[in-house]
């Protein structure tokens, strides 16, 4: 086919993307219109300016016409410390903010309204200190237990990503800051991640990875979206026909823009013609005095445009963009809201969320919470005095404060328990058990009533501000899941000495305990739980809170049963990944292949207990409606989170033993009840035939299954679909 003649063709697709996805600012006509008249008035230097970085943390503007750069700034749980152009500090204001918990944390609340007051804290921050752009929610599916970054994402499953995505990113956008979800697509481990090329079914896509992206388009109307690092399916991400061009802007109907991930711009015409509309971080932006027109996006395309290669109208659609983001926040015309900074109702949200998403995995013979008989307590462990904001990468937090979990337990302890303290193993990459550390911690142990070891996964060493070395950060995966620095040795030891040992475990996903787990009565997962988290788990210990937490994620017993080392088929050639085991991630997997897991997807204990009951299914036409009873059987009250999974026992193409398709978090006073009444609408029974390539309900049976986890179904019904 000529190359004049596919050249008209993609500028017919371009003009009918420009309008089909009808990049309608909110304001109606006049914001349209003065997007069209201000697009007149600038030059084709000025268009070009705007649509690649003029700062490490920039893009540009144009001040002759009142247009301002757009300011971004990291990360998915934080304000970061820079001033918004390159990495100095900011000098006008103090530079530390909220450290809200991470994203792992805020999924496991299962709680959507958190989800908001989550975004509008970070909204709130970014007006405050002049930022745009909030370069998160990260909600990357938790495919495989060693990937870097799962901490800073939601979960392995997208019904409940997609359904925390909306309220965070409605949260940020409410303040008037933009949200970016990211990133978009199939950037699930960090190893070789600026060159893998992922590959997987058009079914896996559909119903797994796609989905939260989907929600946060369609139903939180994100401004902005991040082009992934990797490829897919053999195009850059950032510059994929396929994501960009056909499924985001047109099917999906994306108004906002796209900005690459930081480098991830890898040639002109890709980026130009498959859906980029701002270049980032491209590496020359880290040279001292780096030359933005050297840019993919920057002089080459006045060159493209002046000789008749490339036309104007590309350009114009992404300025077009650009602008209808800056419309919409009010960057132009109207008035930003001032925001807020480090107020305590921020640091309240902080605490709420760590609260809600630190989760009690196990509590034999009630030894939580811990009873006023309980006169000492032996805090062991590194991450208990270990300060985690500033590590992880570039979601990094120059936290205002952050209380530690053994400040937390002294402060909530206060006078009435006698508390002392040892590190119990060192952090450092290979360290094998320290024999010293270990006998100071037996010794500590073996006198005090109860022992609390606070162990994990850990950011950044010695407080490195970015992934050298670490185990949950950017850049790095886990090598495995063995607990580092020679934990399983020191709990072991701890427990001989004190059978009364509670296990606190941080970090963004599952560990190996299989050595120590069931002997140790009480064990918690606190994740790295923000500013506020060391209160809030000593809040929980001392039972002010009862915690309310669910895994968003499987805990598998080991490596080797994780679907994404067992049927994930990682060729030999590492560039190239195939997700062989398809949709079964996370329970999909444990359940259809009947694997036990250590914990599972959706559990979560409380101090108090909850009965289900009376379930009723009325079935419509393509839809059914749950209806059942959920009760506070216990004498402290306490929040349950219902999960209704839905399951097809036959249909033309395989699907999951259970998929969760509806949730409620109730909170209930000892003794109440509640009638909680769920729809399970057309897209709660369908699945996605990749051989027809479309989304199909079939009629027949359907199983309706309710529980407090995937692994604790209390109530089942059926349903016929016709
Ligand atoms: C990083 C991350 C991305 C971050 C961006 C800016 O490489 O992948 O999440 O927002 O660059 O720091």
Known sequence: MSYKFVRVAQVLLFISLAYTSNAQAPKGPSANAKIDALIKKMTLEEKVTMIHASSSF??????RLGIPELVTSDGPHAVRAEHGRDWELDKNVYDSGTYLPVGTCLAATWNTKLGYDFGSVLGSEANFRGKDVILGPGINIIRSPLNGRNFEYQSEDPYLVSRM???????????????????YAANNLEKNRNTVDVNMSERALREIYLPGFKAAVTEAGVNTLMGSYNKFRGQWATQNHYLMNQVLKKEWGFKGLVMSDWGAVHNTMEALWNGCDI??????????????????????????????????????????????????TNMIDGQRKKGAYNTKAHQQTALKVAEEGIVLLKNDNKLLPLSSTVKSIAVIGYNAERKQGMGGGSSQAKAFYEVTPLEGIKYVGGNKVNITYSPGYKIERGATADRSMIRQAVEAASKADVAVIVGGWTHGYNYSVWSDNAYDAEDVDKPNMTMPFGQDELITAVLKANPKTVVVLMGGGPIDMT???NNTPAILQAWYPGMEGGNALARILFGQVNPSGKLPMTFMKTLADAPSEKIGITTKDTQRL????????????FDTYKVEPQFAFGHGLSYTTFDYSGLKVQG????ATVTFTVKNTGNVAGAEVAQVYVNQPKSTL??????????????????????VTLTLNEDAFQYYNDGLN???LEPGAFNIMIGGSSRAIKLNGKVTLK
């Not at 956008?173 to 990133?183: F, L, M, P, R, T």
């Not at 195939?578 to 997997?589: E, F, H, S």
């Not at 419509?620 to 839809?623: H, P, V, Y």
């Not at 395989?654 to 009638?675: D, I, N, S, W, Y």
């Open 58 to 63: 920039t893009s540009g503007g144009v001040p």
């Open 165 to 183: 995505v909306v309220g965070y990113i409605k949260g940020v956008q409410d303040q008037g800051i933009s949200a970016c979800v990211k990133h």
């Open 279 to 328: 270049e980032m971080g491209t590496d020359l932006s880290m040279l001292p005095k780096p030359n933005y027109g050297k840019f993919f996006m920057g002089d080459t395309v006045l060159q493209l445009v002046r000789s008749g290669r490339l036309d104007e109208s590309i350009i114009n659609e992404k300025v077009r963009r650009i602008l209808y983001v800056m419309y919409k």
């Open 515 to 517: 050595q120590w787990v």
């Open 578 to 589: 195939y997700y062989t085991d398809d949709i079964y991630v996370g329970y999909r997997y």
């Open 620 to 623: 419509g036409k393509n839809k």
């Open 654 to 675: 395989p699907r999951p033993e259970k998929e969760l398709k509806a949730f409620e978090k109730v909170m209930l006073q000892p003794g109440q009840q509640k009638t």
């Open 694 to 696: 479309k989304w199909v």
